[in-house]
């Protein structure tokens, strides 16, 4: 089964930019891949921001967008509030079944 | 709009079967793939399986064969059952519609399942 790792941790400042990646042990990221990224904040249920690489849901906020990046795939805050931190999780499709990233919690500070 | 809401119970016995209900209210099961997700306190989500409403299904490997899941459209529900449980699957189980393009659109509150004797 494929490993999907994240960093484990990132600081932003509030009104900042930082990148998170989703990287696959079989090798690149592709859009084939249908990358999710997910927000999970304490004692919640995760909330999808992201899926099929970019795509936004109604409630995602703007300022969280996806890509493809250098093999991986990417969620980037641009312009941190106080309100993202939390623990951001990816999922990748291998053939229809699906393993989800190792999380990143981000910190705003 | 669509909820998802998972039910069955907190305590299971060590050896003894886990079977969850996610009762889905708001839309229909038709034409959409229905998945299960749990994640033990303090650690990351684990895919167990997902469901397409006509019966079609995709487990997780490391599972083996110890997973079932089944649907029930005249219900509006689907189900879970994990065979000879240890305390290494005491989790929060969450359930989660799967839409077009593969979109994890919708989930449910999640509920807490303990292994324990």
């Known amino acids: 089964q494929a490993v999907v790792t994240q960093e484990p941790s990132l600081t932003v400042s509030p009104g900042g930019t930082v990148t998170l990646t989703c990287d696959s042990s079989?090798?690149?990221?592709?859009?084939?891949?249908?990358p999710h990224w997910f927000q999970q904040k304490p004692g919640q249920a995760p909330r999808t921001l992201i899926y099929?690489?970019?795509k936004k849901h109604s409630w995602t906020p703007a300022r969280f967008s996806g890509s493809l990046l250098g093999g991986k795939a990417a969620l980037t805050l641009s312009g941190a509030q106080p309100e993202d931190e939390a623990e951001y999780y990816c999922?990748?499709?291998?053939?229809?079944?699906?393993?989800f990233g190792t999380g990143t919690k981000i910190t705003v500070l | 709009q669509v909820q998802l809401q998972e039910s069955g119970p907190g305590l299971v016995k060590p050896s003894e079967t886990l079977s969850l209900t996610c009762s889905v209210s708001?839309?229909?099961?038709?034409?959409?793939?229905w998945s299960w997700i749990r994640q033990p306190a303090g650690k990351g989500l684990d895919w167990l399986g997902r469901?397409?409403?006509?019966?079609?299904?995709i487990h997780n490997p490391s599972l083996k064969s110890r997973v079932t899941m089944s649907v029930d459209t005249s219900k509006n529900h689907f189900s879970l059952k994990l065979d000879s449980v240890t305390a290494a699957d005491t989790a929060v189980y969450y359930c989660?519609?799967?839409?077009?393009?593969?979109?994890?659109?919708?989930w449910g509150q999640g509920t807490l399942v303990t292994v324990s004797s």
């Open positions: 708001g839309g229909s099961l038709s034409n959409y793939y």
């Open positions: 079989t090798g690149a990221v592709t859009s084939g891949h249908y």
């Open positions: 469901i397409h409403s006509s019966g079609n299904t």
């Open positions: 999922l990748l499709s291998y053939s229809g079944a699906y393993v």
């Open positions: 099929d690489t970019s």
């Open positions: 989660a519609r799967v839409g077009a393009g593969a979109n994890f659109d919708y």
